[in-house]
């Protein structure tokens, strides 16, 4: 069975600085990994995804996010942080191996808090 | 481009009552999913269709019901709603069943059950 977790309910960083929002997963095969955020009374959007390749891999809004297979996680990051970028995000994965390759598994969102 | 398109946004209903939610998108996506969102629990699969005509269950299907007449709408049902349902609920949908696409969601339907 697939799974996610995403281990700090709230993330508060200061405008300016580097954020990370932490994401380690759990599959059998190899792992598909998406990273959406949702603005307040708004759907998710999705941000960027790790297929294969490059363990680096860059999105939209200036984020990116670091695939490492020996530590099972794909964390979250941008350079330098927006009071925009205050929202909840949510890390996805869906397995390769297996039934149920239609369904992705969410994690239960990690509230980022940019402080001006 | 409207994308996913889910109406009502908000709505209350009493205990028994029922409803449908309305979910239809202009993507020519042939697969559409319906989630609900609880606080602090991420998104459950509710039910998922690859194409017009052909549905499945996902993790949490009690107390539903969904159909998938057109490429275009998939409505979810509640026929007697019960105050767990409360929640909210998100269409989304994809264009192929290629595990590297994304999801496209809509901006969800606020349901409280009273």
């Known amino acids: 069975a697939q799974s996610v977790a995403q281990p700090e309910d709230q993330v508060n960083v200061a405008e300016g600085n580097p954020l990370t929002v932490k994401c380690t997963y759990s599959?059998?095969?190899?792992?598909?990994l998406f990273w959406y955020v949702q603005y307040p009374n708004r759907g998710l959007q999705f941000l960027l995804k790790?297929?294969?390749?490059?363990?680096l891999v860059k999105g939209s809004y200036g984020f990116e996010a670091e695939f490492n297979k020996s530590q099972t996680s794909f964390h979250l990051k941008k350079p330098s942080a927006l009071v925009s970028d205050s929202a909840l995000y949510f890390c996805?994965?869906?397995?390769?191996?297996?039934?149920?390759?239609?369904?992705?598994?969410f994690g239960k969102g990690t509230k980022l808090s940019v402080i001006p | 481009n409207a994308g996913v398109t889910q109406t009502p946004k908000f709505r209350i209903l009493k205990i028994g009552q029922s409803m449908t939610l309305q979910c239809t998108q202009d993507?020519?996506?042939?697969?559409m999913y319906w989630y609900r969102q609880d606080p602090g629990m991420g998104l459950k699969l509710i039910y998922y269709?690859?194409?017009?005509?052909?549905?499945d269950k996902g993790e949490v299907p009690n107390g539903y019901n969904v159909s998938r007449s057109t490429t275009e709408d998939f409505p979810l049902r509640l026929e007697l709603a019960a105050p767990s349902q409360t929640s909210v609920y998100f269409c989304?949908?994809?264009?192929?069943?290629?595990?590297?696409?994304?999801?496209?969601f809509g901006d969800g339907t606020r349901l409280s059950i009273l």
């Open positions: 269709s690859v194409g017009a005509g052909i549905t």
């Open positions: 599959v059998s095969g190899n792992p598909y």
């Open positions: 989304a949908s994809s264009y192929t069943n290629r595990g590297d696409q994304p999801q496209h």
């Open positions: 790790y297929i294969t390749g490059d363990n």
């Open positions: 996805a994965v869906r397995d390769t191996l297996g039934a149920g390759s239609y369904q992705l598994t």
């Open positions: 993507m020519n996506h042939n697969y």
